[in-house]
Every structure is written in structure tokens, then in C-alpha cells.
């Protein structure tokens, strides 16, 4: 056929013939300098990248079923967020997340009528209660498909304490893993994310977060009855690198598992980034999410939530639930986001940042747990004070306008007026109490901007 010698005629050209032409059309400024720049990782990101990069990246292919459409609710009360999760599954969510305050909540009621065999159902519980999961496992028929996502270690890191106590809580997760449940333990990493931690500590800190479960089980002998574990990730601005953050995330779990030897999936569930949210201009937060959402699908998560555009100052309202719900939508049936597995396979600059994302990270995680582990550097304030300066290096940058928010640090719209907006306080609530450790605190880039725009107003 005539196509089949279309390619003949060009002629294959090796990276170094690229680097050459790159080196004369700079007229003699440095290279390195010029076109090379490092990420807030410490990864110098070159201006193109060929197929010789991956000559040492081992490219890992995972077949992921097609995402879900994510919905989060408030349950505080179960009647009203049973009705809201049937609305949601008639306007396309496929999946439902839970925020369950306190367990004399009816599980019957907020989950009545809704099919457990076609809608994922997660419940994010503020608490951790062995009683209210054998009512549900009693009580709910299908119960075994729930993600339950217990995270006693993840409460501790949050708000600085134990649900009851360490002994206890550890106690709990060893007799829970027992049962007949089958998505018990979750990895919240998104509150790394949303403090201000780059992507490798994010990732290493994950990981050694999962380690102290699969630790805790091991010695409880009951690791072997580990049937999943769900990782909650937030997923940043940084488009490219947030797809190359999953992938390297299903690969870390997988050397870890392999280094334990066993077979368990690893389930991520995403949604967008709070630390590059906004008050001002916000509805630039609608185009921030949604490419967040796009990072969060190529990089295979299994259900993607969305964060409504003003879910930073606004108290939840049915227009921001449907807009966030629509551009999931969007994205997987007018877009085809769905129509291919594993996109970004292959991808010689996705796979070059996957690979090199995961070494650094497993390097730091090697570090802390010849250090005694994640536990241990939580108690002895070292992952906070990581973070912190993490949060600290953005900080600058963001006040330097070197990482720029649209409507916020540049082209600020001076007539954009907020004080009579806010339903909800929108900055780091001081709230002192006494706590086991320090906890770590999420803060967004803006918020000492905004509150001297707001009290200028």
C-alpha cells in the first residue's frame, strides 16, 4: 500500500541531533541555563524528550477499569443526604463519598435505595468505631463492596490525636481486618498536599504511612487478611507532574507490596488541590479544576471527586454541585476521557518524571524508615517540619509571583469586592487544644492575600 513507505522518507533523528540544533538556534547562550529548569522537586525538566529517555525507565503498564464520577455529601443528616446521593445518581455520578460526622448516624437511611453493586459508596467516618461497621455489615445489604477508608494514623497527622488511643486504635484496625469487610484501610495523602508538601514527600510520605499499617498488621498476623487499601490524594496544578505522581504512586505501592509479599490492589480515589484555591476571582477555580480532574483521570485514578468552584467560602449549594458534577461529565462523555486505557503510557516526558518522582521518593522513604519510621518522625515533629518548609518554599514563590493564581497574585480585578460573600470562614481557624502532636495544617497560597484585600474592602 502506498502508506506503508510514507515514513521512509524521513530520516530517524537521535536526541543528541535535537540537542545540537536546540544549541545553534540559542546562538551561543547556555543550554542548561536557558531552556533546562528545576521543579520544585528537585527534577531538571528539559525542553523535549525522546525516545532514548526511556532506555532506563521501566514503563509499567496498569490496566485500570474506566473512572467513576465522583459525588461528595455531608451527611450530617441522613434523610437529606440519601435524597441529594439519589439526585446525584440520576444526574450521572457513578460514585458517592460519604462525610459521616459521628456514628449514631442511620447508615440504613442514607444509603436506602441506592445499588451497591453499580454505585461506588465511600464513607469517610470521623471516627473509628467497630460497632457502627458490624451494624452496617449487618444492616446493608451488600455491605461488602463499601470503602469504609479507616485512617487512624491519617486522624493523627490531621488533628494531632488518637481517635481513643494508639493501643486502641491499633487494637481496632488488626480485629476490623478480620472481618468480613473488604475495603477497610485508606491513606488520606491529600492532607500532605493541601499543607504545602512537594510531590516527593507526598509520595514518600504515603508510602511510609501504608508501611506502618502493613507493619501493624504484620505483627498482628493479620496482614494476610488484607483484602485492598485506598489512597486519597489531592491532586495540584502542575499538570503534567500530577499525571506522573499517580503513576509513580501505583508503582511504589507495588515495590512495597512485592517487598512484603503480597498481592493487593491499590484503589485511589482523587480530587483537586485546596492549596491553589481562591476567594477572589473564583470562578478561575472552575478552569484550575478541571484541569486538576484531566491530571487526575490520565493519571488512572479509579473515581475522581471535584471540588465545587467556591467550596472554599460558600456553604454547599445545588448550582456548584452541578457545574463540578458536569465537568466530570464532560470530560468522560463528550470529551471520550474513558475511551482509552492507561493513556499516558509509553509518554517519554510522563514516564521520564514517573520514574524519577519515584526514586526520590523512595529514597526519602528509605531515610524515614531507617529513622524508625512514619510514626515515629510524626511524634518527633519531623514530617511536620518538612512540610512546613515545603509550604514555605511555595509561599515565597507564590509572594515572588514566580507561581502565579489568575485573579489573585496577578491581574487582579480591584473591583472585585468579597466581604458580603463569605458564608463559610475561608483561612486556617485557630483553634487551641490539647493535642498529642503537632498537627498538620492544610492552608491555601492565598489566604494572607486575601485577608488584606478583605480588610481593605
Known sequence: MKGDTLFEDFKTISEKEWKQKIQYD???????????????????VKPFYHADDLEHVKVKSTQISSWKIGQSIYAG???????????????????????????????????????????????NMQFLSKEFMSKTLSKIPQSKNLHFQADPIGNLARSGNWY???????????????????NLLSIDVSLYEN?????????????SHANEYLNILQEGITLSKLKSIDFKVAVGGNYFFEIAKLKALRNLWDVLANAYEISIPCHITTEPSKRNKTIYDYNVNMLRTTTECMSAV?????????????????KDNDFADRIALNQLILLKEESYFDKVENPAEGNYYIETITSQLAEKALILFKAIEKDGGFLKQ???????????DGARKQQERFNEKKTVLVGTNAYQNENDKMDHELELYPFVKKNPRKTLITPIIEKRLAEELEQNRLSHE
Request: aromatic content about 6%.
Open 195 to 207: 499543607a504545602g508538601a512537594d510531590m516527593v514527600q507526598q509520595l514518600a510520605y504515603a508510602l
Open 26 to 44: 540559542l546562538k551561543g547562550k547556555d543550554y542548561n541555563e536557558e531552556v533546562v529548569w528545576d521543579s520544585p522537586e528537585g527534577i531538571k
Open 77 to 123: 443528616n441522613a434523610i437529606m443526604a440519601n435524597e441529594k446521593a439519589l439526585k446525584s445518581i440520576q444526574k450521572g455520578a457513578e460514585a458517592l463519598r460519604f462525610l459521616i460526622p459521628e456514628e449514631s448516624i442511620d447508615i440504613a437511611v442514607v444509603l436506602n435505595n441506592i445499588d451497591l453493586s453499580t454505585v461506588e459508596v465511600y464513607l
Open 298 to 314: 490520565l493519571g488512572g485514578s479509579n473515581t475522581v471527586f471535584n471540588l465545587n468552584y467556591n467550596a472554599v467560602y460558600k
Open 164 to 182: 481513643s488511643s494508639m493501643s486502641s486504635d491499633i487494637g481496632l484496625v488488626n480485629d476490623l481486618v478480620s472481618t468480613e469487610i473488604e
Open 378 to 388: 510524626l511524634k518527633n515533629h519531623t514530617i511536620q517540619n518538612r512540610i512546613a
